[in-house]
């Protein structure tokens, strides 16, 4: 595995795009490893997005992307993160199970993030593992994959090298338990601040409780403020 705490150089973070996308799991991994860390000593770190399919890549959200890289972009690259994949969990096209693979095998750190942990499974990366993802699709890779443990009830899983997430939000939690491997707990809670979110959940916390919100009434209700 690459010695990511090296600052000579920055470390090239993959991130795989395609087409129909949501752009927030897009976001995800940009927002955290975007930010430009100039203290000596810290590392740096060079975004890629790289497409899986040809351009231009079509989101949900009414807009394309035209990432500057295809799969020849994981070349090289220290990290590279699956963001969720398509929301039917289709076969992933063998050239991006091929990339994978060979990814891994030279020793780069996987992500997969939400849905994302099918594409890791396809490639086999998940064989013997622990593995997290959205819990409304946790039976469905625990039946299509049955070499992978899934862990139904957490957050994240780091597991020999390959970091899985659960849906949506967990992703956040995901890259910022990665930045924090990385750069420090100091680094990734000035992220976390400035992105509005918690600056550590625990991996092993549960992706959701079942408690019912009280409904405020409809007159005379008193403003509420919640503290940034």
Known sequence: M????????????????????????LSVPCLVFGEQFDEPGLPRFSVRVCAADALPLRTPAGFNITP?????????????????WRDDCSAAPEALVAALQAASARGARMVGLCLGAFPL???????????????????QL???YPKV??????????????????????????CLHLLRQLAGAEVANRVAR????????????????????????????????WPA
């Open 68 to 84: 500057e890289f295809g799969l020849e972009g994981l070349h090289g690259a220290d990290i590279v993160i699956m963001p969720a």
């Open 194 to 225: 400035r992105l509005l979110v918690a600056p550590h959940r625990q991996g092993g916390q549960a992706q959701f409780i079942e408690r019912r919100c009280p409904c405020p009434a409809a007159k005379g209700a008193s403003p509420r403020c």
């Open 121 to 139: 499974a396809q490639a086999g990366l998940l064989d013997g593992k622990s593995a997290a993802t959205h819990w409304g699709m946790a039976d």
């Open 142 to 144: 625990a039946a299509r």
């Open 2 to 25: 690459p010695t990511f705490l090296a600052p000579s150089a920055p470390l090239t973070v993959a991130v795989i795009a395609f087409d129909g996308m949501t752009p927030f799991h």
């Open 149 to 174: 443990k899934v862990a139904r009830q957490v957050l994240y899983v780091d597991d020999g090298g390959v970091l899985t997430s659960a849906g949506v939000a967990a992703g956040l939690d995901c």
